[in-house]
């Protein structure tokens, strides 16, 4: 298709652009048909937890006018406090799906709001490969540009939180992210406010689109100040600094959820500062060029160290005072890995705020995480303002992959750009195929001396002169080149296998393998979600624990008491405490909170370890942070420290409401035979096995649903009694009726066979 | 002038109620005798088939054209819950078999009867006979009894009815047959030696020289451990795209059991058990829609996505559809679900004609309905999306209980918007699968060109204006 540049000199000119279009669309496709795997494998849906409040807030946000959108009060989370949810999210990534939706209405093309939220990511993880080819070629040159493109496309660590259906924040942040550091050096390199002013842009919808922004807030004001200190302050840097700080803060004040805080958090101050910085130092710029050196240099000084105290004292002194907010806490686990787990175990409590293991490293960039330091490396041969902002950004990135699993994400674009400028330099020397004149004598020298040692005169002779430094050799370029083709082939590899195997799950879905190799898929959320939808009344509140929450939100449409939104710790610890206590404690807070069902997840069956019962732990620790007299963590462990939940489980957990629920009625099923847990291997006290268990027995909840394979059971909350008995009376009283009368006979054994073949793949 | 308003108003209040008192005591002329009536009530389906087989006789003075069907008159509504459909009236004097025409008659609130007039295929002369075939069908006339069991326990129906059939006119001779479900009658109204039973059909008669509108009730209870099906509401699209020769089929269901409701809460672990055990159930455990040959692209989804539970066997004679609920559907449950396939356009349309160069005229036949069978519709709502710029000529079915309705939508690049013709039954059955609809139209070519004509041109103006606008100097700096 594509005509060698060689062939036809005269066009080549024009050649050169149509190639690397075509290349970068081959990889914006490679990009993003290898986050479909899940499409592919299972079908348009959005994955786990949080993409399912997106989607909500998104079909929200379709439905109604924007404005009515940020004013959004959500009353159907968070029973009975709501939400101000219009306030509180990062409208960013909505109104981006929104806008698409709308436009492609405006086509008249029928689209579902769903496929453009599942598309989303991997259509944005093509443009950020485009945007990423862009900024490496301001750092280097247009093939490492290429190189940083296709690594980005398909490296693990960004498709982790891309792949279709992975309906989040980060999916167009990652792009956002690179096009304001694209957009930061274009205007430090031109020192145009023109770019500054688009860098505001950028910024500004990134501020919308996600949290991370912060990042951005504070990694160009360090740039800035790193370039102060070097001694390389230019109006360049002082006319792109102020244009895209002033123009950005205000910007970003629009987002209702940001509001105040660029003048009054912490984290921002950084921003600020370096702005003072600028001014006083661009001001300082101008004195110099009127007085003497003398005085200049003392005026400095005093000016300097006087500034620098009042800025600092203001600023703690504000602190205090209150103007300015302290960091909060999520932001203090970033310095301080155990501070999470000692003061907030909610913030612990999730999986992917988790400092990074080693292995994770490799396995989210595979051999660009040992290219990536001699990128890095290779960046301060050459130091240029844009070199020194992608060292710190290097920097930066890596300590806080190091210490949260999620910003994995924000390492990865660099280690893609550096790993990138790496291959590409090795490139350009072992295909270069220009050997100097001088060159050939020398390799011919070399090969005489080696087949005749005795001529050692010439061989001091070749040594003596100025050397041609550069690899001429063609076997040194066939080896090298070839085993890096050969790692660019194990990369590929790689990638494919980890976004296949890995990151393509939608977590919602779950696939079983059956015995003969085929896939079984498990759809037990869906199935008990959906049941919700259709077969509760409309404004019934169901708990569960808060990991469940946007799932019901999304799926079942019902109100949830907490959610992943976790802002209120004490309502989270209400909804723990009901869970690990004794059903005459739990029923008055399920009274008082209006509860109509409780969802619980229930893995024992089938081996799905994610299971409440795995997660019960927490739960406990979230009460106990609250009630410390009435929950205690200790009391659910064995005097021997296990967590047990056969026979030697303590009787506060078999008393809680979380055990009860988990296990009422599973030992029936397995009849005669002795009831296991396949997560926690343990054998389930049974009375058929075991004649000294009783059977678990609930009062004030009744089963109201259990999905196919056990995962998802729902218990309705009974009324009170008519006649104003407590439950486990009327129950007593109920028992004692029926067993005059027929009994319930008992289901053949075996009931677990179809349960028994599957083996999870989760 | 006053006045002379008041006086009209006064004689056409009273022409009113004259015209009204008439139609309220309507009754036929005993023109008809009946003879040898057997009617037979089918219990074994979710609703209720009746067929009633008799000969007319004119015994009047002068022939008759016209033959009156009674119905009762609170069946006959528009209410959903409980609702008579008259399928079809044939008439068999000399062969073929005919079908008749019958419309609504007047209405004798006295009696609590509709009457329905019957357009006899020729007057029949004074002692002549005929044989008259009338079949209907009764939505929501059967009872589940009790209205609450426990989940593995048998459901009865209760069916409340007459011995006789309802004729405005005297009967010589009539019986009554009813057959049940393989489970038999568990209790029956019985007089001294009627009816007679014979494995899983009761007999009631025969009768003698029954006076017009004889009725004695009579109740049965039956066992019925199925589910009741009842959509309340479908809306089916069919897609005619010429581009793509391609016919698109969508449906989209809100589904109900009308069995009995569970008395206490669902148990998965009793569910499994009688599962095991193979048990009936009045539960929707799922249903297979048998497609029209070549059905492809076959998909079933819910609001939340793909109903993994079910699945689509490709037989290319028999394609079937098994589509199976997320969870059992228990009586007085919902659940709602889109079905989807596709079909080669060319099996069901043809070039009718080409009257002018350059436009041709289709005609398009597809079935009424292609869902579940034993199905109970409340309303069904079908669309057929015709290519843009489509005009229709005609609609025909041979089911005519609907109201039509002609609509604009736009879709796919559409700019002047696709014709929609949508026609509205209420309370339908699955048995109008049977039923096919015509729907004729006019397309043209310049039709067919329209769209690419308007879309190249559109990118075309994208890529001008992108040109000119490149070629605009905006920079400042000189």
New interface residues.
């Given amino acids: 298709m594509i005509v060698l540049p060689l062939s036809i000199p005269p066009s080549a000119g024009q050649t050169l652009p149509l190639l690397r279009t075509v290349i970068l669309l081959t990889i914006a496709g490679a990009a993003i048909s290898s986050r479909l795997f899940s499409v592919a494998r299972?079908?348009?849906?959005i994955h786990e937890f949080d993409p399912w409040f997106n989607f909500r807030a998104t079909k929200y946000l379709v439905s109604h006018d924007f404005y009515s959108f940020l004013d959004w009060f959500d009353d159907r989370t968070w029973y009975p406090l709501g939400r101000v949810t219009g306030g509180t999210l990062y409208p960013g990534l909505m109104v981006t799906s929104a806008l698409i939706y709308h436009s492609l209405k405006a086509?008249?093309?029928?689209v579902d709001i769903r496929n453009v939220c599942v598309m989303l990511a991997p259509v944005f993880s093509g443009l950020t490969a485009y945007v990423t080819y862009l900024f490496t070629t301001e750092l280097k040159s247009d093939s490492a540009g290429l190189l940083a493109a296709a690594f980005i496309g398909i490296a693990p660590g960004y498709i982790s939180r891309s792949v279709a259906g992975s309906y989040d924040n980060e999916a167009i942040a990652i792009f956002l992210l690179m096009l304001t550091f694209y957009l930061w050096i274009k205007a430090l390199k031109l020192g145009s406010s023109f770019w500054g002013a688009l860098t505001a842009l950028f910024y500004f919808y990134m501020v919308a689109a996600w949290g991370g922004y912060v990042f951005i807030t504070n990694i160009i004001p360090l740039h800035a100040l790193v370039l102060i200190v070097m001694g390389r302050y230019s109006n360049r840097l002082y006319v792109a600094y102020s244009s895209w700080y002033s123009l950005g803060t205000l910007a970003s004040m629009q987002i209702p959820f940001v509001g105040f805080l660029p003048i009054r958090s912490s984290e921002h101050m950084g921003a600020l500062g370096v702005f003072g910085l600028l001014q006083l130092v661009g001001f300082s710029q101008y004195v110099r060029a009127r007085l003497p050196s003398r005085q200049f240099k003392v005026l400095v000084t005093v000016a300097t160290v006087g500034l620098l105290a009042l800025g600092a004292f203001a600023v703690v002194g504000l602190t205090f005072a209150g103007v300015i907010a302290p960091w909060t806490g999520r932001f203090y686990s970033l310095w301080d890995t155990g501070y999470a787990k000692i003061h907030i175990p909610i913030i612990a409590s999730v999986s992917e705020h988790q400092p990074t293991a080693w292995p994770s490293f490799f396995f989210d960039t595979h051999m660009l995480i040992w290219l990536f330091p001699a990128g890095v490396y290779l960046l301060f041969q050459q130091l240029r303002d844009e070199h020194v902002f992608v060292i710190i950004y290097a920097i930066l990135g890596s300590y806080f992959a190091g210490v949260m699993v999620r910003l994995m994400l924000t390492l990865t674009p660099v280690v893609c750009i550096c790993g990138a400028v790496a291959l590409s330099t090795i490139f350009d020397q072992y295909t270069n195929l220009a050997t100097p004149e001088s060159t050939r004598e020398d390799s011919q020298d070399v090969k005489d001396t080696k087949e005749e040692p005795s001529s050692s005169l010439l061989n001091i002779n070749a040594l003596t002169r100025t050397p041609v430094i550069g690899i001429f050799s063609p076997w040194s370029r066939v080896v090298v080149m070839g085993s890096f083709l050969v790692y660019l082939y194990m990369f590929v590899q790689h990638c494919t296998w980890v976004t296949s195997n890995a990151y393509s799950s939608p977590s919602v879905?779950l696939a079983s393998q059956l015995p003969d190799g085929s896939t079984h898929?498990i759809?037990d959320f869906?199935?008990?979600?959906?049941?919700l939808?259709?077969?509760t009344p409309e404004d019934a509140k169901i708990m569960s624990w808060w990991d469940y929450g946007y799932q019901i939100g999304g799926?079942a449409d019902r109100t949830t008491l907490v959610d992943n939104n976790t802002w209120n710790n004490t309502h989270i610890a209400t909804v723990g405490k009901a869970m690990s206590s004794r059903e005459e404690v739990s029923y008055p807070i399920l009274r008082k909170h209006d509860v109509d069902y409780i969802l619980v997840i229930f893995g024992g069956l089938i081996g799905y370890s994610g299971d409440d019962m795995n997660k019960f732990l927490w739960m406990v620790r979230i009460a106990e942070g609250i009630w410390p007299d009435e929950v205690q963590e200790r009391n659910f462990f064995t005097p021997r420290g296990e967590y047990r939940v056969d026979e030697q489980a303590t009787p506060t957990m078999r008393n809680s409401m979380m055990y009860k629920m988990s296990y009422y009625?599973f030992p029936?099923?397995f009849g005669r035979q002795e009831a296991r847990d396949r997560v926690r291997n343990q054998r389930i006290p049974s009375p058929v096995t075991d004649s000294s268990a009783a059977p678990i027995q609930l009062n004030t909840v009744?089963?109201?649903?259990?999905?196919?394979n056990?995962i998802v059971r729902i218990y309705?909350v009974k009324d009170l009694d008519i006649f104003g008995r407590d439950h486990a009376a009327a129950m007593a009283f109920e028992e004692g009726k029926k067993k005059g009368g027929r009994t319930?006979?008992a289901?053949?054994s075996?009931?677990h066979a179809k349960g028994k073949a599957r083996v999870l793949r989760v | 002038m006053a006045s002379l308003i008041y006086r009209t108003l006064q004689l056409y209040l009273l022409l009113l109620l004259v015209v009204r008192l008439a139609v309220a005591s309507f009754v036929p002329s005993p023109a008809f005798q009946i003879q040898n009536l057997l009617r037979t009530v089918d219990l074994t389906k979710s609703y209720l088939r009746e067929s009633a087989s008799f000969i007319i006789e004119n015994i009047s003075e002068e022939s008759q054209d016209e033959y009156y069907l009674a119905m009762p008159l609170d069946i006959v509504g528009n209410s959903t819950d409980k609702h008579v459909v008259i399928m079809d009236v044939k008439e068999k004097r000399v062969d073929p078999v005919v079908n008749l025409a019958v419309e609504a008659g007047p209405a004798n609130e006295d009696l609590g009867i509709q009457f329905y007039k019957v357009q006899l295929s020729k007057p029949l002369a004074t002692g002549e006979v005929s044989t008259i075939q009338i079949a209907t069908l009764s939505i929501g006339a059967l009872e589940p009894q009790p209205k609450l069991i426990k989940q593995p326990e048998a459901q009865n129906l209760l069916w409340t009815g007459s011995k006789q059939a309802l004729i405005p006119y005297k009967v010589a001779r009539q019986r009554t047959k009813i057959k049940l479900p393989d489970r038999g009658a568990n209790a029956y109204s019985k007089a001294k030696d009627d009816p007679q039973v014979d494995g899983t059909t009761l007999t009631y008669g025969p009768y003698l020289d029954a006076e017009p509108f004889a009725a004695e009730t009579i109740q049965i209870r039956y066992e019925y451990h199925f589910p009741i099906v009842e959509v309340t509401k479908l809306e089916r699209e069919l897609w005619v795209s010429h581009y793509g020769g391609n016919l698109a089929t969508e449906e989209r269901y809100w589904m109900t059991n009308s069995a009995a409701k569970l008395s206490e809460t669902f148990s998965r672990l009793r569910w499994q058990a009688s599962g095991m055990a193979g048990e009936r159930s009045t539960a929707i455990k799922g249903f297979s829609v048998h497609l029209r040959p070549g059905a492809r692209d076959v998909y079933f989804t819910d609001e939340i996505g793909n109903v993994s539970t079910s699945n689509f066997r490709a037989d290319i004679r028999d394609p079937v559809l098994d589509f199976r609920p997320r969870f059992p559907i228990f009586g007085g449950w919902n659940y709602s679900f889109t079905l989807g396939w596709n079909h080669d356009l060319g099996r069901s349309l043809k070039v009718l004609s080409a009257e002018e160069p350059g436009s041709n005229t289709y005609i398009l036949r597809v079935p009424f309905l292609e869902g579940p069978e034993n199905t109970v519709y409340d309303v069904a709502e079908v669309s057929i999306i015709l290519p843009e710029g489509a005009n229709v000529v005609d609609v025909f079915s041979t089911y005519k209980d609907y109201s039509k309705e002609e609509l604009l939508l736009k879709s796919h690049l559409d700019t002047i918007g696709r014709t929609v013709v949508k026609l509205t039954a209420k309370n339908v059955v699955d048995e109008h699968r049977r039923n096919d609809l015509y729907v004729t139209y006019t397309y043209s070519s310049a039709s067919s060109l329209h769209k690419p004509i308007i879309v190249s041109a559109a990118i075309a103006a994208v890529f001008f204006a992108w040109i000119i606008l490149g070629r605009i100097d905006v920079s400042i700096s000189k």
Wanted: net charge neutral; charged share 30%; proline share 8%.
């Fill in positions: 299972f079908e348009s849906i086509l008249t093309l029928p879905v898929i759809d869906r199935e008990a979600y959906y049941w939808r259709k077969n799926m009625r029936d099923l009744q089963e109201a649903f259990t999905s196919e056990w309705k319930i006979r289901p053949p075996g009931g």
